[in-house]
Structures are given as C-alpha cells and as structure tokens.
C-alpha cells in the first residue's frame, strides 16, 4: 500500500523541467520517455532540436540495412513531431542522398527550421533540392559531401549567420553570390574547396576558415574580421605561375582590410601566397588588435615569405603569442645572411612590449632562422619563454643551435628559451 500511495516524482515534474531533461537526451532516449507517464508521453515531439546519427538504430554489419532503419527512424520521428524545429541535424556514415532527405528539408523549410546540418557518408554525394534555400529562418547552415547549386531567384538568407560547407561542390560565381547576399554571416567555412578563385564579400565577418585549392584570394569587404585560418593547397608549378601572372599585392589584397583581425592562423603556403608581389607594400598596415599569429611552414629560404612574417609582426604592436614553423623542404646552408637585409626590415626602435610566448618549431638553425630569434629576444621586453624546436632531421647542428641562443641578447630579464630536444 505504501507503494501505490507513493508520489511519482517523474510526473510531478513541471513540464520546463521535463523539456529540458528531453533537449539534452539522444534522440532515440527522448522518444522512448514516452512509456514513463502519461505526462511524459509524446512529450519528445516538442522537443525544438532533433539530433540524429548511425546510433539511431540498431547496429547491422550491412550498412544498407543500416541506412534504411535510420531513414524510417528519422521519418517517423518527423511525422509525429509536433511543435516548431529549430534544430535539425544527421551526422551518418551510411546515410547517402535519396528522396527521402528531399522530403525532410521540405518539411523543415515549413517548420521555421533555424540550425541545419547535414553530415552523410562517403558514397554518393547528395544534390542539395531547391527546397533549402526557401528556408528563410535559417541562421546557421552546415553541409558536407554534396551539391549546392541555388537557384536563379535565390536572394541570399537574411538571417543566416554561420555558413560551414565541408567538400560541397559549388559554382565559384555561385558561393560568391551565395556569401555576399547573407548580410549578417559572421562565420564562414570553406573546407577542401577547389574554387580557385574566390572574393568575398562580408560586412558583417568575424570568423573565417578556408581551406582548399586558390589561385586568387580577395577579402573585399571584411572590415570586422576578427579570427581566420588559412590552408592553401598548391603544387610548385602553380606557385611559379602564380609568380609570373599575378598582378598586385597579395598581401594587401588580402590583409588590407581587416584592422579587427585578433587571431590570424596560415598553413602550408599561407606565407608563399601572401610573399607574391610584396615589393609592392609600400603603407604601413597596423593590425592593432593582433594578439595571436601562428604561421606554419615558413621557408626560411625565400627572402620573400620571411618579409611576409617580419611586416606582419612588426605591424602587431600588441602581439602576444607568435608560433611558427619551418619548412620540411628547407635546404641547409650555413651562409651568413645578409645584415642589410635585417637591419633595413628591422628597425633597432622596433619593440614588442606584449609579446609574452614565441614558439618555433621544425628549426634548421639556418642564419634567418637565427636572426629572426635573435630579433625577437633583442626586442621584446615583456618576453617570459621562447620554445625552439628544432626538425627532427637535423641532429648535428643541434648543439650549435644551443649555444647561439643563450648568447642572444634578451630584452626580457624573464625570458626563459627552452630547447626541445625530441
């Protein structure tokens, strides 16, 4: 008797709180709360955010058994879905395109769907139907492995803010058009593109990360950039033609306009894109707001990429961290640089007064490599460590590399210089 007189917490629970229990369940857990109590029943299809993948369902070493089960599973859980779908996301190894996705995105453009993702398998890749881009409520839209083709009479989406699209096939005029009509995108992802050529347009920017095959990169109109990672994928061919046929400054072209950037990460040709056309920069850039550079792959053979990293660097007054890496194709030469070339780029009133971290890895213990960490020790007051690693090819030089350093002069009486042997 004292059982059955016993208070069922579960359904005394206010509706908010079982809400809230739901939103943070799986999908699959949500919907069989059903069976708890009348008060819980169906109460999963109010749930605003639906959050789908592989475990779903149960497992079958037939993938296509899988991705049926899932495609019923995901099908159903809209039918009796009642109530506004802010979220909608399938994360799937086995889920490749097919109608029924047709049907799911149709479904939301009429639900006010505001955060979509699409994430599926590795087989055939899914055509984006027209459909999505009559969801106008959206604010954040995230698609892999498939095509995007907007339609004639697409006028952009007017409250997206994140755009995140992961080896999506996609006309270079189209993304183009696609970013630039998004009037208040804030973050962009474009990652194993191959669009060659790509200006971007986006007054409202403060996240960028692209990554991908380019020959021409233009930052138009994003004067509120604050952080971006840049990867470029070329071949040595590539770069000498780009060398012969680009007109202008790359790095002005693209650095001249972001005085907000706070965090700027280059990798592979990052520095050898921005060296094309350098002689040519000629105002002062001042990126006040840089605190964090990270730049990697940095031939320290190419007079050209090492201005790149001086004139960035210089031009970040309050700099705090500085990481950057060598070239593995570095060619060991012991020659002695050039002091004109360093006391011309380096002025000796040249100070750092922030900098506190300098990481430097993949080191030959080449001159330039040498004079840009004495540089920095001889110029940065507030410096506290300087981490030198050197590529694990050079085994030699490495004790010569040690005894360099600690003669460098230190403008920081805290600045600690840390060799890593590994």
């Not at 699959?28 to 109460?43: E, F, H, P, Q």
């Not at 789908?52 to 037939?62: E, H």
């Not at 039918?79 to 996301?89: E, S, V």
């Not at 550079?293 to 031939?299: A, G, K, N």
Request: aromatic fraction near 10%.
């Amino acid at each position: 008797m004292e059982n059955a007189s016993a208070p069922d917490l579960l359904s005394d629970l206010p509706l908010s709180a079982i809400e809230g229990i739901l939103t943070l369940l799986p999908i699959r857990d949500a919907i069989r709360t059903s069976v708890l109590s009348t008060k819980w029943r169906y109460r999963w299809a109010r749930v605003p955010q639906l959050v789908f993948d592989d475990k779903c369902v149960k497992f079958s070493p037939d993938k296509a058994i899988v991705e049926t089960r899932l495609i019923k599973f995901i099908t159903h859980a809209l039918l009796l879905h009642n109530g506004p779908i802010h979220k909608f996301k399938v994360r799937s190894l086995v889920l490749q395109g097919c109608a029924d996705i047709d049907q799911w995105i149709l479904f939301l453009s009429r639900n006010d769907v505001t955060e979509l993702s699409l994430e599926l398998g590795e087989g055939e890749w899914f055509r984006v139907p027209s459909c999505l881009f009559s969801c106008k409520t959206l604010t954040h839209l995230e698609l892999s492995r498939c095509e995007l083709d907007p339609p004639p009479g697409f006028r952009g989406f007017c409250c997206l803010k994140t755009l995140n699209l992961q080896q999506v096939l996609v006309a270079p005029e189209a993304i183009e058009s696609l970013i630039s009509s998004c009037p208040l995108l804030e973050n962009l992802t474009l990652l194993y593109y191959d669009g060659l050529d790509l200006n971007i347009n986006a007054p409202n920017l403060k996240f960028l990360c692209l990554e991908g095959e380019f020959k021409e990169l233009c930052l138009e109109d994003t004067p509120l950039l604050q952080v971006m990672s840049i990867t470029l994928y070329m071949n040595t061919d590539e770069i000498q033609e780009h060398f012969e046929q680009s007109s202008g400054c790359n790095f002005v072209k693209f650095l001249g306009g972001v005085p907000h950037l706070e965090r700027l990460i280059g990798h592979v040709y990052f520095t050898k894109y921005l060296s094309i056309g350098i002689d040519q920069w000629k105002p002062p850039l001042i990126y006040g707001r840089l605190k964090i550079i990270e730049l990697y792959q940095v031939s320290f053979e190419d007079i050209k990429e090492i201005l790149v990293v001086l004139r960035l660097i210089i031009n970040s007054p309050n700099l705090q961290e500085l990481h950057i890496s060598g070239s593995q194709n570095t060619m060991v030469t012991l020659e002695t640089p050039n002091s004109y070339f360093w006391e011309t780029e380096c002025p000796s009133d040249c100070t750092f007064k922030r900098l506190k971290t300098v990481t430097m890895t993949d080191m030959y213990g080449v001159p330039h490599e040498m004079e840009l960490i004495k540089f920095l020790l001889g110029n940065s007051s507030a410096l506290e460590k300087i981490c030198i690693a050197p590529c694990m090819y050079v085994t030699e030089r490495r004790l010569n590399m040690l005894v360099e350093l600690v003669r460098f002069r230190r403008a920081s009486p805290l600045a600690e210089i840390i060799f890593i042997q590994e």
